[in-house]
Nanobody
């Protein structure tokens, strides 16, 4: 059973930065395509960043140029560096493989962008 634990969220002012981490209990990130998802209050969960098993990345248009996904296979951890944050980035952020598995969803980490 794989457990994913997200951390690093918090309250930040518009224009600020945060770095999220997602640690896996087993080594899956080196062989799987993984992603960061987010769910804002009252909205559907959306995929915002992808790190493929081959090492390439892809981003939703809404975060392109501001967010960077990375992977540290030795630490079984993926990261999401978020810069130039906007109020519309406020959401609970989750990590999972792609396509996501229900049993892998963690608690997520809350990101709130507000002045």
């Amino acid at each position: 059973q794989v457990q994913l634990v997200e951390s690093g969220g918090g309250l930040v002012q518009p224009g600020g930065s945060l770095r999220l981490s997602c640690a896996a209990s087993r080594s899956i990130f080196s062989i799987a395509t993984v992603g960061w998802y987010r769910q804002a209050l009252g909205k559907e969960r959306e995929l915002v960043a992808v790190f493929t098993s081959g090492g390439s990345t892809n981003y939703a248009d809404s975060v392109k140029g501001r967010f960077t996904i990375s992977r540290d296979s030795a630490k079984n951890t993926i990261y999401l560096q978020m810069n130039s944050l906007k109020p519309e980035d406020t959401a609970v952020y989750y990590c999972n493989i792609i396509p996501p598995r229900d049993k892998y969803w963690g608690q997520g980490t809350q990101v709130t962008v507000s002045s």
